[in-house]
């Protein structure tokens, strides 16, 4: 007679790991090792070194294990990089005591931005599925707690809270790349906003592209005392305006 073999237990998904279902390996592990463990050195290599140098094995060497052990908590880089990604985030700070729901905003991107400085690895991971995850949802929830009950309905709010969270991504993924070339060519930021600035005289004329020559001849885009790619001064301008523009929305809806 044939021995019953035991059917393998499916691999647990990256929603069901991050939220501590399942996440226990069914063989015995070595003493030490964890899915904690394993995430921390993940998202010291990705800090060091991006994605691109984070593997099975770079993160294996670093915990001193072999890559195999690894496999008994994640099915591969893909599912260590959906947790490092939700646990890079971390939870979100308290909200003000102010109460006053524009500074909660605000505080709540700052801090946003703030986490995406620390690790600019996550810029660059894929979003291919709405927030599950725990700290993701954390976030989700507290810039909801900012702007529920000032007179948007929930429509709007869900609205609101997705073009905010994605203007942020998207503008510091922008900062982040420009940051990238004086890195990448060794030529100085203030020396490559220059060149910018001069190509933009040579090559904008006032026949094709009326408003911005004009633009160019006031010199909008000589470089300033900041970093050509320092993304705050637009980020602030937008976010305040949007704010601005929240707030006449609901006045004029309660007249």
């Not at 690894?70 to 260590?80: A, F, H």
């Not at 009326?210 to 633009?215: D, E, H, Q, R, T």
């Not at 000589?222 to 523009?245: A, C, N, T, V």
Request: net charge negative; charged share 20%.
């Amino acid at each position: 007679m044939t021995p019953e073999r035991r059917a393998k237990a499916p691999q647990p998904t990256s929603v069901e790991l991050l939220w501590g279902a399942r996440n226990k390996p069914t063989r015995g592990p070595r003493p030490g090792l964890s899915l904690e463990v394993i995430a921390k050195a993940a998202i010291e290599i990705a800090d060091e070194e991006g994605l691109e140098g984070l593997s099975m094995q770079s993160v294996a060497s670093r915990l001193e294990y072999t890559a195999m052990s690894l496999y008994r908590y994640v099915s591969g880089k893909e599912q260590l990089v959906d947790v490092i990604y939700d646990t890079a985030l971390g939870l979100p700070r308290p909200a003000p005591e102010s109460g006053d729901w524009r500074a909660g905003v605000h505080d709540w991107v700052w801090g946003m931005l703030g986490v995406y400085k620390a690790h600019p690895w996550l810029l660059r991971v894929t979003t291919n599925s709405p927030p599950l995850g725990p700290n993701q949802l954390a976030w989700f929830d507290a810039l909801l707690h900012h702007v529920s009950g000032i007179g948007l309905d929930e429509e709007e709010v869900i609205h609101l809270v997705i073009f905010v969270t994605c203007a942020v991504r998207d503008l510091a993924r922008t900062s982040s790349e420009l940051a990238q070339g004086p890195q990448q060519s060794g030529v100085p930021a203030q020396e490559m906003a220059q060149e910018y600035a001069r190509a933009m005289q040579d090559l904008v004329g006032e026949a094709h592209l009326p408003v911005l020559s004009k633009m160019v001849a006031a010199g909008t885009f000589e470089p300033g005392d900041g970093d050509y790619h320092d993304i705050m001064p637009s980020l602030e301008f937008g976010l305040q305006r949007l704010l601005d523009g929240v707030d006449g929305y609901i006045s004029a809806r309660g007249r």
